[in-house]
């Protein structure tokens, strides 16, 4: 099925390990984002990709590093985990920048103990 | 910045009941405001917003933008169990990213 994919869909870390949520699209979209979402917090962004080769920071970009391998996939890297990025990860993808036709992955929930 | 405030940030209603939930926003250059829910997983699409005064509808959902006074409100009739969810709003401006507001917790009881 056509969509987002994101890869683990959870995940058990220990402070200070590092890893890499995956997410890919096969909608031929443009723009890739990924957000956290804590409890009462909404939706945070953290990184996105206006097209492929780009990136910019968003809300909460520190802790985190991302790439944009090609046009579908789009990775988030933890290099040294901690409690405080417990959360729920969402990929999403949008075919332009307009700010709309966003199509979210499943979510990833990560828990860093 | 891009700001998008949400109000209430949860309620209680019955079956049956209506509810209004409210979405105000300061964004540079707006470009649209979209109205999803959320249950379990990922956040599922419900509206598109872009013009002031069009209501846009399903079935006993609609809601209504005001770029004037830039709010949005979303309507939901005769409600049911079912709709008990998070209602996130966000708006897109001037680069690519929507901007979420916190999300509004909704009780549907029996």
């Known amino acids: 099925n056509a969509g987002v994919t994101q890869t683990p869909k959870f995940q058990v870390l220990k402070t200070g390990q590092s890893m890499t949520l995956q997410c890919a699209q096969d909608?031929?979209?443009?723009?890739m984002y990924w957000y956290r979402q804590d409890p009462g917090m909404g939706l945070r962004l953290i990184y996105y990709?206006?097209?492929?080769?780009?990136?910019d920071k968003g809300e909460v970009p520190n802790g985190y590093n991302v790439s944009r391998l090609n046009k579908r996939e789009f990775s988030l890297r933890l290099e040294s985990a901690a409690p405080s990025q417990t959360s729920v990860y969402f990929c999403?993808?949008?075919?332009?920048?307009?700010?709309?036709?966003?199509?979210f992955g499943s979510g990833t929930r990560l828990t860093v103990v | 910045e891009d700001k998008v405030v949400q109000s209430p940030l949860s309620l209680v209603v019955h079956e049956g009941d209506t509810v209004t939930l409210n979405c105000s926003y300061e964004?540079?250059?707006?470009?649209?405001l979209l109205w999803y829910k959320q249950e379990k997983k990922a956040p599922t699409f419900l509206f598109m917003l872009t013009s002031s005064g069009i209501e846009k509808k399903s079935g006993r959902l609609s809601s209504i933008l005001d770029k004037k006074e830039l709010f949005s409100i979303l309507n939901i009739t005769a409600t049911q169990t079912g709709d008990s969810a998070i209602y996130l709003c966000a708006v897109g401006g001037a680069n690519s990213k929507l901007t979420f507001g916190k999300g509004i917790t909704l009780s549907v009881r029996p």
């Open positions: 909608m031929n979209h443009n723009s």
């Open positions: 990709s206006a097209s492929e080769g780009t990136t």
């Open positions: 964004v540079t250059n707006f470009r649209s």
């Open positions: 999403a993808s949008s075919p332009t920048d307009r700010g709309y036709g966003y199509t």
